[in-house]
């Protein structure tokens, strides 16, 4: 864009009363990156959000798009983000199609630059078989379509979506994570927000964890492994023996924490990934006389990275 | 009508071919929720049964009326029965069904959270009241038009004349636009499930008074033709200022509904303090119609004076309970040389500049009779009265008016400070009403205690009871011309009010400085890139390409 990064936050810090939500967060999202925005309930992603989307005002801080700041320059900001919110309002008797016409409307798009923008983002976003139905009658699916086809009618640079995937069924989030694939590659910067984090993890570029308001950590997934404490999780099924197993294992690995559930064992090791060669290790592992059904190294998901950044502690 | 052929229109558009674009083109000069909301009127079951009835009953009553006097027709003036009738009966959706149309609609956006929505989009809040507003009006036209065969037909029966019959839809076309007006403002005080049915149910008494009136109006004025001939030449001129003070009032709650939709951080006060103005100004015009029709009573402008102090005290409360500290975005748009701080302090958002255009307003109110009964001020048999008498009155007033509106700020400040940072317009109202009555009611018992053994302290303490000071005042005003020095503007007790007003206003003055005259934000750094840029617009990426 204008030499700005499309979004970021800097030192941005929401009260509500005693209620840290936001609390002195920083981060910033290129354009054509997915930036994953995870934390428990209540750590403040909504509120981060609605502040980027000029609906709320920060305590102090700084919220950017495009260089244009959030809390100053509200109505130039609005021109250029698109958010959809964990919510979606309805209008009793409004069509899709009405529905969009208004928001294009609104926006201030007129005559044939609006029609085209409701066309295409009817066909874009796969509701123009829906497109006469009143919005009500709509589908949790159409809906979060719907909802997406609303913050996309002005062709804003940078996107922000607030669980969109939430209540979707599989079909439909395996759609949603194409669409929001295909909106970054069109060089939109994203911010997404999820609970379902196997969600994210194929899409997303970076994550952004933040517990109780504060920044845990943010980048690109592989510099926030590098920055954790580097394990690596071996599961395997054997067909007998499974102490003799664990035992085993515990002698040839630097081996942190077992679990054990009947014939399936799980350890984790204090080695990094790279260091641990696992062929050898099933290698010498059946050499030894043992009947392993099943061997693998674990990959550790966005998920295993929630869990060990985040305490879970909640506000 | 618009809305269908838009609705075809469009649905065409989506299958990949538009005919009509010229409705559709020309809908794009219409306010954006205007054209929603007539979609959604249309569309809505509420409407088409009105209409539908409202079809009925004007064909029923035309119908009736020729049935029952089928035979004399020619010679019969039913058609005055029938406009009253007809009235009557469109009391019914106008007075009733629109505001409350206008209520719903205002209070659903809050409820689906629709209204967030709204505002992430390029679209001001006054926009999509005024929007709402104007799409209730367009509702009220509609039923008015298919009621309309109805009316020529009554007046093509006789006995009443054309005048008449255009007043009852113009006059009850303008109480449903202020009912809808009311209806938005109580629309968008509804923040919970408790307040919504407190005040639906304020609101539908209000409207069943409302309907009331409406009733009593056209049965005395159009059954009974009970309007005296020479009305109009008579207070028209008053009628006219008291409509166009009505519909300012009207106009305020619409921005009062707006500013009420606004988050605190922007700017939501200048365009209300507008409107304020308008009101005033419509309150001065009925003040001067008055006091020219009435010349020698001189309690004319005194009462109106009276009933307009209460009013901008309750409007002060409301501008002195804003913010203290001006969000950052206000503070942006201040001017920076301090001369002009002060040139436009009444418009400057926030407490202070609200103390200030309430004072500086209620000071112009004041100086409007004294201008009218100057301008008026022939002399001759009769006029008993000069503008000199109102001054002393006018000038305690306001005396009173800025000391008690100035303690309620600083009160509010200090529960600001100490106990509850978020009071707002409720608390300054209730430090307001504990002030008053502190200053009238205690100081009146106190009086009664004190007044027959110490008459010194008694006047000492009818000297802080602003009502009683104005009873005083008014007796001594009335009951005779006066010269200004009778007047008791150099009055023993008028000195230490005013050594009340300037202790007020000292421990007013450093909040007041530094509300008028906070630092404005420096601008940001990407906007003035911004504005080199919109001079020339890069190429946009098309989105949607493939
Ligand atoms: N308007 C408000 N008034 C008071 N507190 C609020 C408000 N909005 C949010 N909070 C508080 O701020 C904190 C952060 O809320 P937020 O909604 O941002 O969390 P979140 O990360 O989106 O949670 P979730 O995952 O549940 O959606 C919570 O403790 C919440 O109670
Ligand atoms: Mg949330």
């Not at chain 1, 919220?63 to 900001?77: K, L, M, Q």
């Not at chain 2, 009101?279 to 109106?304: K, Q, W």
Request: proline share 5%; aromatic share 8%; hydrophobic share 50%.
């Amino acid at each position: 864009m204008n030499g700005f990064p499309a979004l970021s936050v800097e030192n941005l810090t929401r009260h509500f009363g005693s209620t840290r939500a936001v609390d002195g967060v920083t981060f910033t999202v290129e354009s054509g990156r997915i930036a994953g925005f995870i934390g428990p309930n209540g750590a403040g992603k909504t509120t981060t959000m609605r502040i980027l989307a000029t609906l709320e005002v920060p305590t102090s801080g700084e919220a950017h798009i495009c260089g244009f700041s959030a809390v100053d320059d509200p109505e130039r900001v609005r021109q250029v983000v698109g958010f959809m919110p964990d919510h979606f309002g309805v209008y009793p008797y409004v069509a899709c199609w009405e529905y969009l016409d208004f928001f294009a409307r609104a926006y201030g798009l007129r005559g044939a630059e609006r029609r085209d923008a409701v066309e295409r983002t009817l066909a874009y976003t796969g509701i123009d078989s829906v497109a006469d139905k009143p919005t009500r009658a709509l589908s949790k699916g159409m809906r979060q379509r719907l909802s997406l086809g609303r913050a996309l009618i002005h062709d804003p640079s940078v996107l922000i979506l607030d669980e969109p995937a939430a209540g979707l069924d599989p079909r439909a989030r395996i759609e949603l994570r194409r669409l929001i694939r295909d909106l970054a590659d069109q060089g939109k910067a994203i911010l997404v927000s999820s609970h379902i984090l196997t969600e994210l993890s194929d899409i997303v570029d970076e994550v952004i964890v933040i517990e109780q308001g504060r920044l845990v950590a943010a980048g690109p997934m592989a510099d926030i492994r590098q920055q954790l404490d580097r394990s690596c999780t071996i599961e395997l099924v054997v067909a007998e023996n499974p102490e003799g197993a664990v035992a085993w294992l515990q002698e040839r690995l630097e081996v942190r924490h077992v679990e054990r559930n009947g014939m399936k064992i799980q350890v984790v090791c204090a080695e990094a990934e790279e260091e641990v060669d696992e062929a050898d290790v099933l290698v010498e592992l059946v050499g030894a006389g043992f009947r392993v059904r099943r061997f693998g190294v674990r990959q550790e998901t966005l998920e295993d990275l929630f869990l060990e950044l985040t305490e879970g502690k909640l506000q | 009508m618009t809305a269908n052929s838009t609705s075809t229109s469009a649905s065409s558009s989506q299958s990949g071919k538009l005919d009509s674009t010229r409705l559709d083109d020309w809908s794009d000069w219409l306010n954006p929720m205007l054209v929603k909301e007539m979609r959604q009127v249309a569309k809505s079951h509420v409407f088409q049964w009105t209409f539908l009835l409202v079809v009925v009953a004007s064909w029923f009553l035309g119908l009736g009326a020729i049935v029952v006097c089928y035979p004399a027709i020619r010679y019969q003036s039913f058609g005055r029965s029938l406009v009253a009738l007809l009235g009557c009966l469109m009391v019914i959706p106008l007075v009733f069904l629109v505001p409350g149309t206008m209520f719903r609609s205002m209070e659903l956006e809050r409820r689906e959270a629709t209204f967030e929505l709204l505002s992430l989009t390029t679209l001001s809040t006054r926009q999509i009241v005024r929007g709402k507003l104007l799409s209730i009006l367009a509702m009220a036209l509609v039923l008015w038009s298919v009621a309309a065969p109805g009316l020529v037909f009554a007046y093509l029966l006789g006995g009443i004349d054309i005048v008449e019959v255009v007043s009852v839809p113009v006059g009850l076309f303008f109480v449903c636009a202020v009912a809808s007006s009311v209806a938005a403002l109580a629309g968008s005080l509804a923040r919970n499930a408790v307040v919504v049915t407190i005040v639906a149910l304020a609101l539908i008494v209000g409207l069943f008074f409302a309907a009331m009136f409406c009733w009593a109006v056209i049965g005395e004025t159009i059954w009974d033709s009970r309007l005296p001939a020479g009305w109009w030449s008579d207070i028209g001129d008053f009628a006219i200022a008291l409509a166009v003070l009505i519909a300012s009032g009207a106009s305020l709650c619409v921005s009062l509904a707006a500013a009420r939709w606004m988050p605190p951080e922007v700017d939501r006060s200048s365009f209300v303090r507008t409107r304020l103005l308008w009101v005033a100004g419509a309150a001065m015009m009925v003040v001067a119609t008055l006091s020219y029709r009435f010349p020698n009573e001189i309690e004319v402008p005194l009462d109106l004076i009276v009933w307009f102090t209460c009013g901008w005290f309750v409007a002060g409360t409301l501008l002195v309970s804003e913010r203290t500290e001006l969000s950052r975005r206000i503070r942006r748009r201040l001017p920076a040389s301090p001369w002009r701080r002060i040139l436009v302090a009444w418009r400057i958002p926030g407490s202070a500049g609200g103390y200030v255009f309430t004072v500086a307003s209620m000071a112009a109110l004041s100086a409007t009779p004294l201008l009218v009964t100057w301008l008026h001020d022939k002399p001759g048999p009769g006029v008993v009265h000069s503008p000199a008498v109102l001054v002393g009155p006018l000038l305690i007033n306001w005396i009173y008016f800025s000391t008690y509106l100035g303690v309620v700020r600083l009160m509010l400040l200090f529960v600001r400070r100490r106990f509850f940072p978020q009071a707002g317009f409720l608390t300054a109202l209730l430090i307001a009403l504990v002030v008053l009555s502190a200053g009238t009611l205690i100081s009146g018992l106190l009086l009664i205690v004190v007044a027959p053994f110490q008459p010194t302290e008694a006047r000492l303490l009818s000297l802080l009871s602003w009502p009683a000071r104005w009873v005083e005042i008014y007796e001594a005003v009335s009951s005779g011309p006066f010269l200004l020095t009778s007047v008791p503007v150099f009055h023993d007790l008028t000195l230490p009010a005013t050594i009340a007003l300037a202790l007020v206003w000292i421990l007013n003055l450093p909040s007041l400085v530094r509300g008028l005259f906070a630092e404005t934000s420096p601008l940001p750094q990407a906007v003035a890139q911004a504005e080199e840029a919109e001079r020339a617009p890069p190429p946009t990426p098309d989105p949607f390409a493939d």
